[in-house]
T-cell receptor, first 115, second 112 residues
Framework: NAGVTQTPKFQVLKTGQSMTLQCAQDMNHNSMYWYRQDPGMGLRLIYY???????DKGEVPNGYNVSRLNKREFSLRLESAAPSQTSVYFC??????????????FGAGSRLTVL | RKEVEQDPGPFNVPEGATVAFNCTYS??????FFWYRQDCRKEPKLLMS???SGNEDGRFTAQLNRASQYISLLIRDSKLSDSATYLCVVLPSSGGSYIPTFGRGTSLIVHP
């Protein structure tokens, strides 16, 4: 089925370890996003990519890096994980349409725990 | 002031009730508006887009008031399955970059 695929779904890390969250979409969307969601905080934008080859910081970029490998893939890397990065991470993609039927589509989420 | 604000609730209503949520936004350049539904520990999913003239989808009605910068969601004849968090999403357009901004969500609990 078309959509946004995130991996892994669950991950436990120790403080200081690194890891990469993978995201891929097959809807030919230009824009892709990484959000984190914490209790009581809502969805906060970490990084986004308006198109292949471009990335920009969002609201909470510290401690993260991203790569827009191609139009389909947008990865999020934690170089040195900290307990404050324990969260649920969502990747999303978006493409505007002339009809206004714009849809922001999310992956299923990656639940990360940093001990 | 947060860009998109919602009453977090929870709204606790009996089955069959009508319930309404409001969402205010601060960026007057906002172009697109949506309501998303999020079930516990799941990803947000599109409930409905919000059009200038207002729109209805079954038991759900969405309204946009650009002058006052708010959108609303009305749910009629609430079902137990409507229990979820409802997220307001606003999409400004800035030089070709589309950056959706989310409210923190309104929690709805429908009880028997």
């Amino acid at each position: 089925n078309a959509g946004v695929t995130q991996t892994p779904k669950f991950q436990v890390l120790k403080t200081g370890q690194s890891m990469t969250l993978q995201c891929a979409q097959d809807m030919n969307h230009n824009s892709m996003y990484w959000y984190r969601q914490d209790p009581g905080m809502g969805l906060r934008l970490i990084y986004y990519s308006a198109s292949e080859g471009t990335t920009d910081k969002g609201e909470v970029p510290n401690g993260y890096n991203v790569s827009r490998l191609n139009k389909r893939e947008f990865s999020l890397r934690l170089e040195s994980a900290a307990p404050s990065q324990t969260s649920v991470y969502f990747c999303a993609s978006f493409r505007p349409t002339d009809s206004g039927a714009n849809v922001l589509t999310f992956g299923a989420g990656s639940r990360l725990t940093v001990l | 002031r947060k860009e998109v604000e919602q009453d977090p609730g929870p709204f606790n209503v009996p089955e069959g009730a009508t319930v309404a949520f409001n969402c205010t936004y601060s960026n007057s350049a906002s172009q697109s508006f949506f309501w998303y539904r999020q079930d516990c520990r799941k990803e947000p999913k599109l409930l409905m887009s919000v059009y200038s003239s207002g729109n209805e989808d079954g038991r759900f009605t969405a309204q946009l008031n650009r002058a006052s910068q708010y959108i609303s969601l009305l749910i009629r004849d609430s079902k137990l399955s409507d229990s979820a968090t409802y997220l307001c999403v606003v999409l400004p357009s800035s030089g070709g970059s589309y950056i959706p901004t989310f409210g923190r969500g309104t929690s709805l609990i429908v009880h028997p």
